[in-house]
């Protein structure tokens, strides 16, 4: 953590110093606003967070509660979730007080005796070390609550407002017109003294994160299609008592009066339960809703047999009918309009993909959207970017979210399916274990476009497949000697990662690192050159080299200047981009990096958008030239 550049921090390094539109933050909602978020759950905090980051861009999150969401439904962090929680620095902390899931519990009836369950096996659920993070069950709300300080702490000072409820939306004359404020935002007061009466709020761009019956899907004329929803199950959150022998352990119980998805909760006592209810017949109505608490643990209990559970107290519980459904789009650009205008209303999270909960991909598939748009936004209103990358949120989370709903169709019916009706005892257990990396998270692969490069020299890199996120590897820096994670080091603040894996000549010595370095410092070609005047060299480009000797033969003063740029009113040296490889886990085996070296380019939200030799300049020139494009313009 870098906080000492600007002086002698004798606080809390966490808390930036405030700048830009965070000096003298109004309490009061402004008329005018760059970018206004509806709802304050995952999707919403994430993007809030992310953009809290860039000072001179005035965000405001509205949400119709009071205050603070106290109890949430979603509880499952996958591994991707806490690569994204490392990056916006809370990683560690969530870790310690959550539950981490080490194995599986698998339950199917006796035998001998159908009338009985009995365990018919465990899976480890990491078996293959798709992440060096676990995975979590925490509750939603400690989730809203982390990123919530992570606004507060941020130079922009944000937090949520509460107490508004968003009503509709227009869009105001031309959208392509620049230095106004053309989606007109119609809000109610839901408390207060003012409750009830309306509010008019003017904005750039309006990020719709309301949930499943999103009043903004609805202004955009977006619409939910998919299933109708057949099978019940009913959820709760529950203090209790009982001989059951697994209740501390992740489980899928099968038995021949229904299934339950056990998952211990964080705190070492409460779990939750995922009911079989049954099916749902078209004339139902919706009654199966009115299945009450006493009748949901009943059930649990005809499932669980010769298993008994006495609750002995409710924290919260429902019934929901499994649905899939998505949208056609994320943001309010209709097909005939796609290259003709830019969106100015976008849609995220349960507002665009709605599925089962069992999957645990709800909360974390959501905020991976909202990880996605953020960046964009801050970095086309600060002029990085031309506003043709806001473009690219719908087109690449769109497919994500049919592949979340693919998958949770197959995982819903597998739970739902009773023992009898399997092919094999185990193969609710094997398609756990086959398909661990989706659900961790990680088979996200954005296509190639304008934020992403064609595969041309992927097997210059095979470990960091393009358009996949950064898996981090353990790597030695030179100026402390200390191990670390490579991936670990980049933070949410909004700057591309450019990895300079070196050939295997020593620092200082002529190679082609030494002529990429001298060209990123000095080519008005460089991506580095689109920095502002007066900003740090670093400000938008993280740039780190990578050697492969050992920490200890490298030399810190021949490595070239642009791995150890000027920061700070001081222009102080920064030393900790330059590192050697860790002799038990060399980087350039692990991730099957070619000796001849490679440049590694990662997005803001960790994505690898690039593969590049060490001596394509004029290829890294390229590509970022459209994304730079209205910086490139200003400078010109």
Known sequence: ????????????????????????????????????????????????????????????????????????????????????????????????????????????????????????????????????????IVNQARVLDYFAEVMANSPTRMRPDYGYEFQSLEIAGDPNEENQYPVVVTLVHTAGELEGQQRTVRAKYVVGADGARSKVRQSIGCTLAGDQANHAWGVMDVLAVTDFPDIREKCAIQAESGS??????????????????????????????????????????????????????????????????????FDDVLPEQLGNRSPRVFITGDACHTHSAKAGQGMNVSMQDGFNLGWKLGHVLEGRSPEALLSTYSAERQVVAKNLIDFDKEWSTLMAKKPEEFDDPSELEDFYVSTAEFPAGFMTQYAPSMLVGEPVHQDLAAGFPIGKRFKSAPVVRVCD????????????????????????????????????????????????????????????????????????????????????????????????????????????????????????????????????????????????????????????
């Open 1 to 136: 953590m870098q906080f000492h550049h600007h002086g002698y921090v004798s606080g809390d390094p966490r808390i930036q110093p405030a700048a830009g539109v965070g000096i003298n933050r109004p309490d009061e909602l402004p008329d005018e606003v760059d970018v206004l978020i509806v709802g304050t759950g995952p999707a919403g905090m994430i993007t809030a967070a992310q953009l809290s980051q860039f000072p001179d861009i005035t965000t405001r999150i509205v949400e119709r509660r009071p205050g603070r969401l106290a109890i949430g439904q979603a509880d499952g962090i996958q591994a991707r979730s806490v690569e994204t929680f490392q990056a916006f620095g809370f990683a560690e902390r969530i870790i310690a007080e959550a539950y981490r899931i080490t194995e599986m519990a698998f339950w199917k009836p006796d035998p001998s005796d159908p009338s009985r369950i009995v365990r018919g096996g465990r899976a480890v659920d990491d078996e293959m070390g798709i992440s060096e993070f676990p995975h979590l």
């Open 260 to 329: 339950i998805l056990l998952i211990p909760r964080e705190g070492g006592h409460l779990f939750r339960m995922y009911v079989d209810l049954g099916e749902v017949g078209a004339d139902d109505h919706r009654a199966v809703r009115n299945t009450t608490i006493e009748q949901i643990i009943a059930k649990a209990n005809e499932i669980m047999h010769p298993y008994t559970v006495e609750v002995r107290n409710v924290a919260w519980h429902s019934v929901y009918e499994v649905g899939h459904r998505l949208t056609d789009r």
């Open 481 to 636: 000697t200390n191990p670390l994670h490579l991936g670990h080091q980049a933070m949410a603040d909004g700057r591309w990662r450019i990895y300079v894996f070196a050939d295997a000549s020593p620092a200082g010595a002529p190679s082609p690192v030494a002529d990429l370095a001298e060209w990123l410092a000095n080519s008005p070609d460089s991506p580095l050159a689109a920095t502002p005047t007066g900003a740090d060299r670093d400000a938008w480009f993280d740039v780190k080299v990578i050697y492969q000797q050992d920490h200890r033969t490298i030399d810190i003063n021949a490595v070239p200047a642009v791995f150890k740029p000027e920061v700070g009113p001081f222009k102080l040296t920064y030393l900790e981009k330059v590192y050697g490889v860790d002799p038990k886990e060399d980087i350039f085996d692990v991730r099957a990096i070619d000796r001849s070296g490679a440049i590694v380019v990662v997005r803001p939200d960790q994505y690898v958008a690039n593969i590049l030799p060490l001596t394509a300049t004029a290829e890294l020139a390229a590509f970022f030239a459209p994304i730079l494009g209205a910086r490139k313009a200003q400078t010109v």
